[in-house]
């Protein structure tokens, strides 16, 4: 049994599933309400809902899973990065639309630009913008097994 990802060009299509390798999943107590407001604050698009428990949203090709979970605590051990084209417009966005955030966005000298948010429920996300290509290894990264 392989533990590497599956390339996408060799896996089964599943109408079902996101095309996405990896497929967060986050938990909120109201899923009609997490899912409008991602979609409104963050840009995300609804692409499945399943019954009143379960939706899958995309971002580019990137994708996630919303659950319903009464029990759900606010943003508990987990956060999310997405990479947009335009990190400024995207913060607009946010603070547009009530988003808790950090301040406004940072460049940094691996060469993304960033900042981050709250969602309605408490999960962190960072929402990050490839601004130069920088080698690792000028900012302290090493390269491995890859």
């Not at 996300?125 to 290509?133: G, P, R, V």
């Amino acid at each position: 049994m392989s533990t590497t990802p599956a390339d996408p060009s060799c896996r089964q299509p599943n109408r079902s599933m996101p095309a996405s390798s990896v497929i967060p999943v986050l938990a909120y107590p109201d899923l009609p309400a997490a899912v409008d407001w991602l979609c409104r604050a963050f840009g995300l698009v609804e692409r499945l809902r399943i019954g009143g428990h379960r939706a899958q949203l995309v971002f580019g090709d990137g994708a996630l899973v919303v659950i319903a979970h009464a029990q759900a605590t606010p943003g508990q051990g987990s956060s999310l990065m997405l990479r947009v084209a335009d990190v400024d417009a995207h913060y607009r966005r946010a603070l547009d639309a009530g988003a808790r955030v950090s301040g406004p966005p940072q460049r940094y000298p691996y060469g993304e630009a960033q900042y981050s948010a709250q969602d309605l429920f408490g999960h962190t996300w960072t929402f990050s913008q490839s601004i130069n290509d920088v080698d690792p290894a000028d900012w302290g990264g090493e390269r491995r097994n890859t």
